[in-house]
């Protein structure tokens, strides 16, 4: 993190890598200032798809610490944390390379995206790490099960209501270990109870949770929930099958886009991955159990539950990275096995040797790689989204509505009443999303005062009307470069 960090600072200054980190410290903000959920002041919002995250963010404000240097701290005890808790899925699952434990935790710290992930200011990785101790306590309980432990049920359950206010997509994790609770051996009476203790814990963390978004926003999911699916709509045109293998190929490694090349070292592990996977599989099927799969069976319905609903890899695939741990630890424990039946002879030796330095070379060769991406992406952010947030504290009334498709530094550092075009914590936007001439209209309707467009998205029907004036414009190299339009501030009619 320090090299990700470092080396973003030294290229014109630290930052976050995508919005969305901004949009955290705007609720964080609010929440040590007023105590309420806001992100415009004075109106109650539904629009956190994390308040846990929030709210270890607001407990740095409260400690009046450096925002950028807590979320970084966070995110690097994410990190560690998820470290841990592989360490010891992989100690309960394959106890025969108990001592090569380290080797999983060194391997998940040096996968860049999880490193990128750990400096976004973003909860992602605090949602692998909660998701990766949740599967740990699972495993091993399930492994050594010997009658009802209900100390561990209950931390499983508390565990689990965490998770789901993390980030809404843990509930699949949390349905397995449901069902993988009622498939342990005992009497049924006795499974029952425990599946029946199990969620009553997790939903006591989470009702206030959704009795707050059903009273703010009318469903007990947060805004984000719906208005990214929504947003997206289009790429659901594709066969289901074809967006799952697509996802599922990147998340183990695999390029963005077709089927050549790689995005980090792990797709080396997927031979791995197969023959853990499948050793998993047999064992588990014996034994009438999830002990072994459980893991597996989340990272593969996670990538689904994305393929269904959100299929998108940019960002660098930032909402499937709970999935990249668990391929990790399953295509290291595959690997030893079949490393271990090559043999101990000189060749075998030597074979075992090279396997070894060339995972290690690449795993560090993208590491580099991947600290040149974080710096280009906190580029970006402070030259588009960042500028403009600025440009409107600096020029325009503290009273002016902004309309405006990426809300986070604008809602940061302008701190001006919103509408948001994303539909985020402007809910009534969501239907309009895919209606461009709608989405036009219903902005004059309200009588915003400013456009603020993001690349890639330029709202035409608004844009082009000789009515309306351009009055600021990033003018960012690097964005002009990719031949797309940068962040514009239009002042409306």
Known sequence: MV???GWSAAQGGPGFPLDDGWIHQTYARSLARNGRWEYIPGVVSAGSTSPLWTMLLALGYVLRLPYLLWAFVLGGLSLLWLAWAGMALWRALWPEWAAKDWLAGLVLVLTWPLVWGAASGMETVLFAALGMQIAAIYGRYALQHQGANWKTIAALGFLSGLLILTR????????????????????????????????????????PYFAFNLSASGSIWPNTFYAKQAEYQA?????????????????????????????????????????????????????????????????????????????????????????????????????????????????????????GLT?????????????????????????????????????????????????????????????????????EIIPLLADEVGLAAYVRATGADYLVTAPGWEYLPLTTDPQIRLVYSTDFAWTEAQGVRGTAVYKLP
């Open 235 to 355: 790429l659901l045109a594709s066969p289901l099958v074809l967006r799952f293998v697509k996802l599922l190929y990147f998340s183990l490694g695999g390029p963005a886009e077709g089927w050549r090349g790689m995005s980090s070292a792990n797709l080396l592990l997927l031979p791995g991955v197969i023959v853990a996977g499948w050793q998993a599989l047999m064992a588990d099927w014996r034994g009438r159990m999830l002990a072994r799969t459980l893991p597996l069976w989340w990272a593969g319905g996670h990538v689904l539950l994305y393929a269904w609903r959100l299929p998108v890899t940019y960002q660098h695939g930032r909402y499937l990275f709970a999935a990249l741990p668990i391929w990790a630890l399953y295509g290291l424990a595959g690997w030893l096995w079949l490393l271990r039946k090559v043999g101990n002879g000189r060749q075998a030796r030597i074979f075992r040797q090279a396997a």
């Open 359 to 427: 995972f290690g070379l690449l795993l560090l060769l993208f590491l580099l790689l991947g600290a040149q991406s974080y710096a280009t992406d906190v580029a970006f952010i402070e030259g588009e989204m960042v500028d403009a947030a600025h440009w409107l504290a600096a020029n325009t009334p503290p009273d002016a509505l902004i309309a405006a498709h990426d809300i986070g530094a604008i809602g940061y550092f302008a701190e001006r009443p919103l509408l948001d075009l994303a539909g985020l914590i402007s809910p």
């Open 168 to 207: 809404p997509d843990g509930v699949v994790l949390v349905l397995l270990v449901g069902l993988g609770l009622l498939l342990l051996p005992g009497s049924w009476r006795q499974r029952v109870t425990a599946g029946a203790l199990f969620g009553a814990l997790t939903a006591v963390s989470l009702l």
């Open 3 to 5: 090299l990700f960090v």
